[in-house]
Structure formats: C-alpha cells, structure tokens
C-alpha cells in the first residue's frame, strides 16, 4: 500500500543563525518533521518521556494556542537554572513557535498537512545568556525564528541535496574546523 503523503515520512533539517556582536544568542536549531504515524511522531510521543536537565516542552504561541503541526523542542544543553528555564519557555519557545505559524502561512508547509505531520526541534541555548548582563532578548528571538525558518524550509526541500554535499566535499569545513 502507497502512503498517502509519500514525501513526509522523514525530513531533517538545520540551520544556523549567528547573534549580533557582543551576544551569545547564536540559534542552531535541528528540525526533524514527518507524519505522525511514521518513525517522526513515534519519536515525538517518546519525548513526553521527560528526562533531567532536557525537559521536552510543546511548542505553543500562548496559553492554549498549541500551534500545527504539533511541534516539541528540546534543548541541545542540559537545563540547570530557573533562568536558561525561563529563556527555553520563553524567547525561544515564542520564537519557535511564530516560525512554524509563518512557515504555514509561507506554504512551505503545507496547511492540509498540519494535523498530520509533527515537529522535534532541538534548540541551543549559550549558558551563558542567562547570566549576560546586557542579554538582548529581541536578538534571541530574531536568531531562533529565523533559524527555525530556516531549518525547516531545508528540512522540506531536502536541503542541501546530495550532488551539493558531493561537489562542496571540499571547499568547505566544519566552522570550528582547526585541525586540518
């Protein structure tokens, strides 16, 4: 038997989004979406499993706004503070939560899918924004929608595609590439 939407079994994606000058905020979200009766929702309703310090949290615009496609995120770094809490369900969240919106209203997911496809975002968190004392939170926000735009639209368009990866092999390193 032929799945219905063939196309949305697995999909991954990332992007990166750097802070302005002087911040931490840099955004590096790795987005996973397919159906929820495929291996992608069998993995989401396994995060509502919590575990310490990587509390998996729905993503949600405000009280009772849940967005679609269900969307979980998780953060990349353990959770030790109230404050890195805080941002996680705040900023990040609410940044998380208005790129999937925009990414419904831009098409790139499409709306008759919504309520059969999931999200798992794992998000980065610096440790040190919390402490920072002159944390901008607006870039936080910027870096994390953006980002999360991103990796979505990448994860959908199977971005990058093999014949990139194979031409680019090498002409690019990895960022914090220092030894070769």
Same mark, same amino acid.
Request: glycine share 6%; aromatic share 6%.
């Given at each position: 038997?032929?799945?219905?939407?063939?196309?949305?079994?697995?999909?991954?994606?990332?992007?990166?989004?750097?802070?302005?000058?002087?911040?931490?905020?840099?955004?590096?979200?790795?987005?996973?979406?397919?159906?929820?009766?495929?291996?992608?929702?069998?993995?989401?309703?396994?995060?509502?499993?919590?575990?310490?310090?990587?509390?998996?949290?729905?993503?949600?615009?405000?009280?009772?706004?849940?967005?679609?496609?269900?969307?979980?995120?998780?953060?990349?770094?353990?959770?030790?503070?109230?404050?890195?809490?805080?941002?996680?369900?705040?900023?990040?969240?609410?940044?998380?939560?208005?790129?999937?919106?925009?990414?419904?209203?831009?098409?790139?997911?499409?709306?008759?899918?919504? @309520?059969?496809?999931?999200?798992?975002?794992?998000?980065?968190?610096?440790?040190?924004?919390?402490?920072?004392?002159?944390?901008?939170?607006?870039?936080?926000?910027?870096?994390?929608?953006?980002?999360?735009?991103?990796a979505i639209r990448r994860a959908l368009? @199977?971005?990058?595609?093999?014949?990139?990866?194979?031409?680019?092999?090498?002409?690019?390193?990895?960022?914090?590439?220092?030894?070769?």
């Open positions: 038997m032929i799945p219905e939407t063939p196309d949305y079994l697995f999909h991954a994606g990332e992007a990166t989004v750097l802070a302005r000058e002087g911040q931490f905020t840099d955004a590096m979200p790795e987005i996973l979406i397919g159906r929820t009766d495929g291996p992608v929702g069998h993995a989401f309703a396994k995060l509502m499993a919590q575990s310490k310090g990587h509390t998996a949290m729905f993503v949600i615009r405000a009280c009772n706004q849940l967005v679609r496609p269900a969307t979980i995120m998780v953060p990349k770094v353990t959770l030790k503070d109230t404050a890195n809490i805080d941002l996680f369900g705040g900023v990040v969240q609410s940044a998380t939560a208005d790129a999937v919106v925009d990414c419904l209203i831009e098409g790139i997911i499409p709306r008759e899918l919504a @309520n059969r496809l999931c999200i798992i975002s794992l998000v980065w968190i610096d440790p040190r924004c919390a402490k920072h004392e002159n944390l901008d939170k607006k870039d936080m926000y910027r870096t994390n929608h953006e980002a999360t735009r991103l368009s @199977n971005e990058p595609t093999v014949d990139e990866l194979i031409a680019r092999r090498h002409s690019l390193k990895h960022d914090m590439d220092d030894w070769s």
